[in-house]
């Protein structure tokens, strides 16, 4: 496993995830691992982290700072991009450029790539995410077809 100096890469790495304890709110972190089926995400922090092998991941909560168990289904990766009022986009949000016709940013594993119209994304605008807005899913799933 090699070290890299994040300070150096030019691209911002980022994930969010709702908790599945509590409110469930949204966490936000650089990384995320799973074990045993079970999703962990490090909040964002100074700390150093790292996880070994048939370590009791529920232990280490307790001895890493910032580590969250969140919900794997809610798992979204920040696509580098901004919308119109400066919010990060992340998959699984729901965008629109005229609040008539509602785009979902997914990954396209084939192209390996976030699928999201190119063309004018300054102008998008993050209206929800498919875990709270499930009225504008069956807006997207109709203008998709």
């Known amino acids: 496993m090699g070290l890299f100096n994040r300070s150096s890469m030019n691209r911002d790495i980022q994930f969010r995830a709702q908790t599945i304890t509590g409110d469930q709110s949204w966490v936000y972190g650089n990384a995320i691992i799973q074990i045993g ?7 964002e922090t100074n700390s150093c982290a790292s996880v070994v092998e048939d370590c009791d991941p529920e232990s280490s909560y307790y001895l890493v700072d910032g580590l969250v168990m969140v919900d794997v289904t809610t798992i ?9 009022k400066g ?3 992340f998959e699984g949000d729901i965008i ?11 990954y396209n594993q084939d192209e390996c790539s976030f699928n999201c119209v190119s063309y004018g994304i300054q102008r998008a605008e993050i209206v929800g995410n498919i875990y709270k807005n499930h009225n504008l899913i069956y807006e997207y799933k109709e203008t998709k077809v």
Not at 37 to 43: D, H, V
Not at 100 to 106: G, M, P, T
């Open 76 to 84: 979204g990766q920040y696509i580098g991009l901004k919308d119109k």
């Open 96 to 106: 629109t450029f005229d609040n008539v016709h509602f785009h979902v940013i997914e």
């Open 37 to 43: 089926g079970k999703a962990y995400l490090f909040e």
């Open 87 to 89: 919010r990060k986009m």
